[in-house]
């Protein structure tokens, strides 16, 4: 027992005398209070027999206090006694204060041998109130009251913790909280409120209640963080300065207490997700909105932290109610969604129609999977669906067919068939692996529930199964021939239990889903849905739904005002024909409310989406529902869609375009990018995502050293932002102080990895720090599968957002190839910088299609094939879409597509593709092409002809080879046949105009012109800046020798009027020239692509003269090269 004591007197001398005092006697860690103890002391000794001084001392008391000298219940002495042996006995006495403890011992004239705990070093911040209901004050307005203080306290301790003992591992913790975004993707919480429960007897362990400091000051707040925050100001009412806890310290003291207990509940899924969020860990909480709580916040409270008690929302009697509810429904009977329960089921049934399966016997099994312990079975038998007489012929037929061989006689029932479809989706959806007896029940089942569960066969584990004929139960009319549900699932069970490990039947699957619709008299009408089903790991989209129902037309003379208003702004915003949808109206609602019982968790817009559904399914939805507004999304309805289903569709919005941007959204939270459903939105990380690879070996005392680590940050925005590579020195030189089995290890090391003990550049002892300074900014760290992990956060610790690339889907082990690494003695041993580079090229590939190529190391290959990797898909024109990014990556401009596809292969159909070639008279060289087919199909065949002619040592066969080496090439060229080159792609005037020895040149357009043979894959000419801030110098043209040859080249092409006008300007006088030059110019690519689009687009050029160069601005580059293929 503790107890808290407050207390008031006055000195008699040098001796304190207690008048008032407050007792409260608490439990240990619940804070019940056991007993309550107030008593005011009667006085010593007549007022008259007083020193002047001690009156003096007595009137001052009473000034503050107001109690006067003659009032008291109790002998002075005896209350000295009573209060002596409570004290005596407790384990801790709260007082407010050193002062109150000092004062005691005063009264007591002795030092207390007891514990004290003062209450203001905790947080306890006490201003006395000046005012008391207490009876016993004279003036109770102005007057302070020891029980008040007590109570205060009291009420203080029953929300704040005061002892961070770790939580026993058989308690419980239901928890609630509430907070703000301070950021797009850092959620904060404010408020929280924790209860720790025993796990067998419900009763209450410990209580922790905590509001947080602010993370930076009011008036650093940017706009974006003041509004979040005014509205989470406006439902609890906490300022932004109050605050007693500072946000690091609640994160890593919730860590601790959710690790070490046994069960976490929390109110619905999306606080599921914010505290997963909030904590950057996944705790496998309990939702008890997903079996059966249905908590409001309530909108009063009497907690001192939120300014309007009769509008705020609080933490803490939110969690109190959690807790009472789930104390009545008994922690027994709520079966936790963890995943470690198999369903074993048999049933048997009837089809009451064609493609109408029913239910008529089931019987279930929960079983744990580590230890086959039967957490609950389930035994219904459903009721007819309506009397016999109504029953068709053929339902007649299936009916005494299925009598036959069951014997279960219709009108026999114990449970409404519409609840047990429900009971059993929640049950299915909710465990881990569902075992069936043969292929034929699992499509029974999936048709009744017209979804596929992926169940497990026993046929398909080996188990041999035959249904026994003859049982002891009561529900069949003839036990001696019929079969029970309820004997073969016991006979599953059993068979199960013997096998040694059972495999895993599914993953867990989620729905994003968004909807439009209206409201006719009162009830919601889904029009249009979209809805995905994806991966809850992964977020890998598994299917994709998007329908358009039957719904009622509504006429205005027979409907209600509400519902013809309704209808109109569905008619106006979404804009789909009323008579537009599904025939079976009533099969497509089934359909989609099957969908969304069996998944795991629903994803919606917001709470009003929520109450949409469940007024359009009759309340009938029983998964979690995940309010994306509550984890900071944010949403404006696009109008403008292409959409075949709406009317006038750039001016409507459409539910599959919402969802699609949901689910982007959902998958850059977890994994930090975009999975590229939108592909007019394809967002890049933002923030610091480093892959990191590295090999090492154990030392004595459990201790592991880094031999080599490579570590690449994947988005790099300044010259500062550099990959780290460590080649690490061991502790010390002589190997032979390593006890032997360290020895042989270390040999089997080096025997794969090919690196020597003594090998290393950097110091051992400072690995850690080095590692912990790199990483100290990192957003996302990504390593090759879990013991990785947890390797590296022996260096770096714990707090870092991990992801594993074997949760991708990532199936590659390192190959033994060093790729000429230095630090290696053996070229096929396996290098950290190869495999990381590999991973990053996946990733690349599969996750982050849109990043920019990394210039800092060669492509990796050495025999993975990533287009074809495990659990993945890749689009057949991703080669062509990468290429055209290899040229045009690192310009700022490109960031949208202002043409449609219809429009480039328009183009690309009605344009005259410009080449240029080296000429001269002796030479037979091949065209070079400058469209990005072109130079794909012939690049390989242009080089040979090249090297064949010119002895050139090498054969370039990629684009960013091309570009790279084109002045080489050419240099080469000239050294030989005194050619003067001729610039035939933009990119190529770009890369050698700042070469100030090579003369300028002028540029020579092409007479004849070669169609490419993917000419309608090229990508969208790019959107043009608004300002020229991007300058690229093009030196002005001059004279070049035509080709002598051009017989030989690939295609061949019709002829173009010849017009050598640019090819003889002459640069004497920049300023003259100017203009003629940019006539020519625009005239010749007049010719080649004579279209309305591109004269708009050559009016947007910024073209000036400095030192006989032309200053193009980037978007001028891209325009001529574009338009020039």
Known sequence: MNTILDFNGYFSG????IKEYSLYVIRDQTHDVVSHHFQLSKPPKNWHALSSENQNNYKTYFETFGITWKRGTHNEKLIANNLWDILKNVKAIYVINKEKRQLLESYFDKDLPFKF???????FDFEPKMSTLCRHHKKPEKNNCAEDNASAMMKWLNRVRINPAEIPGQANIVIDFNGYFFSDTEYIIKEYSLIIFSDKTNEVVAKDFQVSKPPIPCHQLDKIT??????????YGIGWNNGTQDNELIKNDLTQKLKNSRKIYVRDQTQNELLISYLDQNFNAVCLADVGLNLEPQMITDCENHVQPDKNICAHDNASRMFKWIKMKGIDNIHSPENDINIVLDFNGYFLAEDKYVIKEYSLYAVREKNNEIIYRDYVISKPPYLCHKLDEVAKLNYAAYYETFGIDWSKGTRDIRFIRSDLQKKLRTSKNIYLRDQEQRELLNSYFNHDFKAINLTDLGLTFNSVEGTNCTNHEHPDKNICANDNATKMVELLAQMPRLPNSRAKENVVIDFNGFFVNDKYVVKEYSSYIIDEETYQVIYNEVGVLGSPIIQKDKSDEKSYKSYNKFLNDIGIDPNKGAPDFELSKESLQSHLNVTNKVFVMDRSKHQYLLNYFDNNLTTGFVY???????FEPIKNTACSNHKNPSTKNCADDNAQIMLDWLSERKFGVSLGLNQLNLTEPLQRHVIVDFSGYDLPNNEYAIKELNAILVDKNSELDKDLYMIVKPPFPDIQKLPTIFVDAYLEFEKRHGIGWNTGEDDFTKVSQALNDYFETATHVYVKNLEKQKLLEKFIGTKHHFIRFEDLKFRYEPRKHTDDCEHHYN????????????MLQWFEHHILRCLPPRHDFDEIDHGFD?????GTSYEKTQSVENVYSNVNRGKQSIKNSSNTIEEIQDYSQ??????????????DLEPIYSTIDEVQQNVKDLYSNVNKRKSLEHTYSTIDEVQQNVEDLYSKVNKRKSLKPTYSTIDEVQQNVNDSSRPVKKVTFADDLVIGSAASSIPPLPPMPEDFSTINVVPIPSPMPEASDAENSVASPPAMPKSNSLAKRKVSDPNKNTKSFLEDLNNTLKRMRPTEKFNKDLEHCNLRVFENNFLFSSSTLDIIEYYMQ
């Open 226 to 235: 003041q509004h979040n925050y005014t509205s989470y100001y406006n439902s």
């Open 827 to 838: 070229k096929t041993s396996i290098c950290a910088v190869v495999f990381s580079k590999f």
């Open 117 to 123: 705990i003062y209450l203001n070093e905790l947080g």
């Open 866 to 870: 990533i287009s074809q990797a495990p």
């Open 628 to 634: 994306l507004a509550d984890l900071g999304f944010k």
């Open 910 to 923: 009605n344009s005259e593709n410009a080449y240029s070639t080296i000429d001269d008279e002796d030479e």
């Open 14 to 17: 040098k001796k304190f005398t």
